[in-house]
Nanobody, 116 residues
């Protein structure tokens, strides 16, 4: 399965963005999915998790209450609604598919830049 994130851009602090992760070459409906991000000079970090039926979600402490993860299995797509963005959210955002206990490849990311 190939994953491609999109929807990033340059926004101001307080704005919102909705990221999309589109899958191709296979179906994501049987897999949990996750969002990760990597800020300049930092390691990649976990952002959000959603199980295959969207009945269980989890978030990192830094985005809890501001970001919402969702999915549309019929469209083979996962979303990340990001609200109340701040400059610390500036990063390249990636999605990943979870195979068992391991995260798969991250695919092509999308850059989010938040100006103060």
């Amino acid at each position: 399965v190939q994953l491609q994130a999109s929807g990033g851009g340059l926004v101001q602090a307080g704005d919102s963005l909705r990221l999309t992760c589109a899958a191709s070459g296979g179906t994501i409906s049987n897999y949990a999915m996750g969002w990760f991000r990597q800020a300049p000079g930092k390691e990649r970090e976990f952002v959000a998790y959603i199980n295959r039926s969207a009945t269980r979600k989890s978030y990192s402490d830094s985005v809890q209450g501001r970001f919402i993860v969702s999915r549309d299995n019929a469209k083979n797509t996962v979303f990340l609604q990001m609200n109340s963005l701040n400059p610390e959210d500036t990063a390249v955002y990636y999605c990943s598919l979870k195979y068992g206990n391991n995260w798969g490849s991250y695919g092509q990311g999308t850059l989010v830049t938040v100006s103060s």
